[in-house]
């Protein structure tokens, strides 16, 4: 879990760091009062879209820009808000799970000097996903860093084994929002009142991915074509594969709005370049955040569409269909929600799916 839009475009100049973090009042009170005098090691620990990776620039900006005269610290709020920050350092997963070469790539960002003050921040993406030779190489860098280095792990659980690196960092918790504020947030943002609420119901929480589902105008479409799986299926490899590819289409069409988006964010960046030159301009960054969302994007598609799947068998539960088959798929669908994050096709996971779920008429 990682990296995620922070909503419409803001100028970091003229407003508060903390204004896009939506939803967490108590988090946000304790980073703030943690500016002057932080730890070294933070752990951000909450569901996608909860509010970590907005919480994690703003914390940034503020710890770059303390002590700072007030055009410098203008100057770190605005390229660390922006993502562009030459002394903010944000690591995501290049594999399945954060391994061993990516511990000792985190470990020798920590040794290097700061660009342009004598403070740096590494952001550690998905912490959750890290392996036991990985935690161990990163235990001791997080918790003894260089001077003026710090960590911001953002994590939607700690799982057992990682609660010994956990434990030396200071826990923010962030819990996923209700869909009263995610509503709220995106009717502030411009969304009419009944598709925010609608959007709302279906984001889980998830402000960003609400976001994204404000401006998909197909995203009933998506639905309907989940929900209407189990009545085409007919047990043979050859309809599987057929609806295999009408739902993937169906999320190549959602990634829509976010080319949109990327494209604005590629164009701001090429203003900015224009205005400040191109030194710690991040456009490599920027690509890699891209890439990171879309691969996030199609994984929300597939948890929204596996969901509706699996609501469209607890109506038939309902309804009287043969509990043992009904239960049995129940079973299926919530297997490979879970095998999303370790699983590398997309394609073999929902056609293995699909061919073991029974026909619903």
């Known amino acids: 879990m990682a990296d995620a839009p ?91 799970q954060i391994a061993v070469e990516q511990a000792e790539a985190i470990v020798h960002r920590a040794s290097r000097s700061p660009v342009e003050g004598a403070r740096k921040v590494i952001v550690l993406e998905e912490f959750h996903l890290v392996v036991g030779p990985a935690a161990a190489k990163l235990l001791k860098v997080v918790e003894e860093p260089p001077p003026g280095t710090f960590f911001i792990v953002l994590a939607e659980e700690v799982p057992p084994e990682l609660v010994t690196l956990a434990s030396r960092c200071a826990r923010v ?50 639905l309907a074509l989940w929900r209407d ?44 370049i224009a205005r400040y030159g191109g030194r710690g301009s991040g456009a490599g960054e920027l690509a890699a955040r891209h890439r990171r969302e879309l691969r996030r994007l199609r994984a929300d598609e597939l948890r929204l569409g596996l969901t509706e799947l699996a609501r469209r068998y607890r109506d038939a539960l309902a309804g009287g269909s043969p509990p043992g088959e009904v239960l049995d798929a129940l079973g299926a669908v919530h297997r490979a929600t879970e095998g999303l994050v370790r699983f590398p096709s997309e394609e073999l996971l929902l056609h293995a799916l699909f061919v073991r779920l029974p026909p619903l008429r």
């Open 6 to 96: 922070v909503g419409p475009p803001v100028d970091p100049a003229t407003i508060d760091a903390w204004a896009s973090v939506v939803g967490q009042p108590e988090a946000v009170a304790r980073l703030r009062a943690a500016v002057e005098r932080p730890v070294h090691a933070w752990l951000f620990v909450g569901p996608p879209g909860s509010g970590t990776s907005a919480a994690a620039r703003a914390f940034a900006a503020e710890l770059l820009a303390a002590g700072a005269d007030a055009g410098t610290a203008e100057r770190h709020r605005r390229l660390a808000l922006a993502g562009q920050h030459p002394d903010v350092t944000r690591v995501e997963r290049v594999g399945a």
């Open 173 to 222: 918790d962030f819990p996923a929002l209700a869909p009263s504020v995610v509503r709220d947030a995106l009717v502030a943002e411009g969304v009419p009142g009944d598709r925010a609420a609608e959007v709302a119901e279906v984001a889980h929480g998830d402000l960003d991915r609400a976001r994204l589902l404000a401006t998909d105008e197909r995203l009933a479409l998506r």
């Open 229 to 272: 799986v189990p009545s085409r299926l007919d047990g043979t490899g050859h309809t599987a594969a057929v609806l295999v590819d009408e739902v993937r289409a169906g999320i190549d069409d959602a990634a829509a709005p976010l080319a949109r988006r990327h494209d604005r964010e590629v164009a701001e960046l090429d203003d900015r």
